[in-house]
């Protein structure tokens, strides 16, 4: 049984693997109190009845990393395999500075490749709104970043003044009839127009007519809205830690 662990700015997403099959999820806050996270990880692990004799770590916050290595740590005797520091995600990455690249978007990038072909556009929802591109060598292209639901709620409330702060979820009509609706309106079909219009670029740049592979946290909600999507895959980050493991035939259990 396999554990992987990937730390975004926003959430924890962890998963349960048996094999190639994943058996069970867990969802919690990045900056949740440690004794949350704790008792969250308890929770989840305590219920399987097999033993867990690995985990693999993908994380864009070194601090939190931290917590979670000592958490599994205590919890399971096991040492976590963190991504970028015991090992590479094993695709050719073509950026200029490939450091700069998050651990999430390459392993995103190589369980796209792995488990749907290339060339492919992996579109992840998640703080950062991202259009990853694998080229038709299976190799990271590079990529598109903007802000996300939340980023650009919170940047419109701070930055203009008369504009409130929204609770977000799927608006009913395209014209808002107050403030909050044509806030909620302009975050949620703006993001879904950009990621159609986006992909059609790519598209047009490239020549071709790669797959699109959309996750993260909002996939859902947004995918209806854009034609340009394929196929959702929630645990894309999740499958594509546990196929690395199985790839590079890594010894999981070392303490």
Known sequence: MLLTIDIGNTSIHA????????????LIK??????????????????????????????VVPGV????NHIIKKLLNI???????????????????PKQVGQDRLVNAYACKELYGSPAVVLDFGTATTFDYINRSGEYEGGIITSGVGLTIDALA???ALLPKIKFYKPDRLIGKDTAGSIRSGVFFGLASM?????????????NNPIVIAT???????????????????????K???????????????R
């Not at 998963?15 to 867990?26: A, C, P, Q």
């Open 216 to 238: 993260g946290g909002l996939a859902d909600l947004f995918c209806p809205y854009c034609k340009e999507i394929n196929k959702i895959d929630k645990y894309l980050t999740l």
């Open 30 to 59: 990045t900056y949740a109190d440690k004794p949350d996270i704790l008792k969250a990880f308890k929770k989840s692990l305590g219920a399987d009845k097999v033993k867990i004799n690995g985990a693999v770590v993908s994380s």
């Open 65 to 68: 990393t931290v917590i979670i």
């Open 79 to 97: 040492k976590p395999i963190v991504l970028g520091e015991d090992i590479k995600v094993p695709i050719k990455n073509l950026y200029k500075k």
């Open 195 to 207: 990621c159609d219009g986006l992909v059609l670029k790519i598209k047009k740049s490239y020549k």
């Open 15 to 26: 998963g349960i693997f048996k094999g190639k099959r994943v058996i069970r999820t867990m």
């Open 158 to 160: 701070e930055k203009a």
């Open 240 to 254: 594509g830690l546990s196929i690395i493991s199985l790839k590079l035939g890594i010894d999981l259990d070392y």
